[in-house]
């Protein structure tokens, strides 16, 4: 139980961790341009263009690391057990909403004392996400401390939009509007790359049941 109860820790240390390190490079200056600076060697040369094409610049990163941490978690999670695990309780919800709503206390009962185990499974799914996410981290946490560096050292910021022929990407609109359009350009990309890689998992799985049936 103990070594159980230690493994299980574990994925959460090292995101609090990894949590207290982002916030760190977040709010800390020196922190978040010494490391866009490190990166920076990286990154500029490839995608940097020298500062002429900041729009650009922010759509490459995005897709990079928006690709990166999808396919990380594309090897770490099994998707197959994730969609049964959200069936299960999805449908174990609606039995115990209609035993309440019907008043039925015998089933409600016994549906209360099952629970414990479905929500346990539940969150052994949600676990073995948690023990990625420091990875992923190490990915996201790097390149936006980039871009922030970045950011400052294009020469020209502005930008047009169907709204405005003279935006600036480091204008403040809620939040700096190089993260929108960085998040505009991420999103979208994401959404494909993890579905057309969820199409070839389900696949790859329906492929493998078929063999064994023959």
Known sequence: MAGSSQSTNMPRLATIFMFVIAI???????????????????????IGFG???PVMSLFL????????????????????EQI??????AAFNKELRQARME???????KLTEQQ??????????????LKILP??????????????VFMT??????????????????GIYVMPSWILLYSLASLPFGQVLMRTLRYFAFKKRLDALKAEGK
């Open 103 to 109: 008043n039925n206390t015998y089933k409600t009962k």
């Open 51 to 53: 500062g002429g094409f």
């Open 24 to 46: 760190f490079i977040l709010f800390d200056q020196t922190l978040r341009n010494g490391l866009g600076m490190i990166v920076g060697y990286g990154l500029e040369p490839l």
């Open 84 to 89: 049964k695990s959200q069936k299960i309780v």
């Open 135 to 148: 990875i992923t981290l190490i990915i996201v946490i790097p390149i936006f401390a980039w871009l922030a």
């Open 153 to 170: 050292q294009v020469p020209s910021t502005n930008f047009s939009v169907p709204w405005s022929f003279n935006s600036d990407l480091n």
């Open 116 to 129: 414990a185990k479905i929500l346990q499974k539940s969150m052994s799914v949600t676990s073995s996400q």
């Open 61 to 80: 990163s995005g897709m990079i690391m928006t690709g990166l941490t999808i396919v990380i978690r594309h090897f770490f999670i099994d998707y197959v």
